[in-house]
């Protein structure tokens, strides 16, 4: 296969360039195919279905893994949530239930972000530290007319909190409960969600057809890709690292799948 022509190659962050963001060990294949491209010229980019962190706070463990690229080529799953909200009302006022700094890509967005009604989208990524409070008047916001948006979309995850190394639950099971209380439905912002993955080449300027999406998970990554028709390689981790989505229907074959990345450097 000739990767030669690809001009744009973008990465997923968890279990594919490091371990994930609050373990940034790098992975050594995924630096040497980073240091090559980089060699080659090409540009790189981040979409990762994080949620709870802020595209900065992604930029900086990347950093500490090695990785180096601008703030602005780094995309969420919460600067997507951002972008779904503002393409559809660009002066809604938004509840973000967040452990990290979403609410920063909001805000970078002109979206107004706030604890007090009226609200128009409730916004939910991971949060350790959530109240009954806040789930309650998250709650009662989607009762009285507010869209739902589940920022990524994973029932748990692996992590570290307050010094705990532990499985915590995820934005999906916090959504499940508003969406329980409510009758209500989420929207998941993530990938493999199509529209994020198009807003991310489109605001990076490139073609689908000189485009590559790289990473661990057939069910985000490759489905994400696929839906689009880029190039997708799957390269193979530790199995209990993956962290489970929902494709639905789409496609989750990649184009290529690697056992290292290393053997994607002889086709650039
Ligand atoms: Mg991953």
Redesign the pocket.
């Known amino acids: 296969m000739d990767l030669s022509g690809k001009r744009l190659w973008v990465f997923?962050?968890?279990?594919?360039l490091i371990l994930d963001v609050e373990h940034p060990t790098p992975f050594e294949d995924a630096l040497r195919l980073w240091r090559a491209l980089e060699e080659k010229g090409v540009t790189l980019a981040i979409l990762t279905?994080v949620g709870r962190l802020s595209s900065r706070q992604v930029h900086q463990a990347l950093e500490k893994g090695g990785f180096n690229l601008s703030v602005e080529n780094v995309f969420t799953a919460g600067a997507a949530a951002a972008a779904f909200v503002y393409h559809r009302n660009p002066r809604a006022r938004c509840f973000v239930i967040c452990e990290g700094g979403v609410q920063e890509d909001f805000i970078a967005r002109g979206l107004d972000v706030t604890n007090n009604p009226p609200i128009d989208y409730v916004a939910v990524a991971a949060d350790r530290g959530m109240t009954y409070n806040e789930l309650n008047f998250a709650t009662k916001m989607v009762k009285q007319g507010a869209g739902l948006i589940c920022i990524s979309g994973s029932r748990d995850y692996p992590g570290v909190y307050l010094g705990q190394d532990d499985v915590y639950i995820g934005e999906l099971s916090i959504a499940a409960a508003i969406e329980h209380a409510t009758g209500s439905e989420a929207v998941i912002v993530g990938k493999p969600l199509p529209e994020i993955v198009l807003e991310t080449l489109k605001i990076m300027g490139f073609e689908i057809s000189d485009s590559v999406m790289v990473?661990?998970?057939p069910r985000?990554?490759i489905a994400g890709g696929n839906a689009v028709g880029m190039t997708t390689i799957l390269v193979q981790r530790d199995p209990k690292n993956?962290?489970d989505f929902d494709s639905g229907t789409l496609d989750t074959n990649p184009t290529m799948t690697v056992e290292s990345l290393d053997d994607v450097i002889k086709f650039l």
Request: aromatic share 0%.
């Open positions: 997923d962050v968890d279990n594919t279905n990473g661990d998970n985000s990554d993956i962290v």
